[in-house]
């Protein structure tokens, strides 16, 4: 089994940047993918990003991973009220999915 424990949530203002991370504990030697998505108010979960190794930057969100520590960030800037969801960490094995509890974030004046 697969733990994920997310942290780095909060509340800030429109424009302004939160870096979350997701260090995941247990079975990891053979989690391949990890990464991020984000459920808004009424809205369905949506993907981030998924990666292996290094780095993933989609606009404003840059998700990047450190193996040696089984932990995967995602820096966000310029954030914008619309952002406002609960992130959720995402780890893959070959035969199994694991998600954390989620984290919210709020951005709002």
């Known amino acids: 089994q697969v733990q994920l424990v997310e942290s780095g949530g909060g509340l800030v203002q429109p424009g302004g940047s939160l870096r979350l991370s997701c260090a995941a504990s247990g079975t990891t030697l053979r989690l391949n993918a990890m990464g991020w998505y984000r459920q808004a108010p009424g809205k369905q979960r949506e993907l981030i990003a998924l990666i292996t190794s290094g780095n993933s930057v989609k606009g404003r969100f840059t998700i990047s991973r450190d193996n040696a520590k089984n932990t995967v960030y995602l820096q966000m800037n310029s954030l914008k009220p619309e952002d406002t969801a609960v992130y959720y960490c995402?780890?893959?094995?070959?035969?199994?999915?694991?998600w954390g509890q989620g984290t919210q974030v709020t951005v709002s004046s």
């Open positions: 995402n780890a893959r094995s070959a035969q199994n999915t694991y």
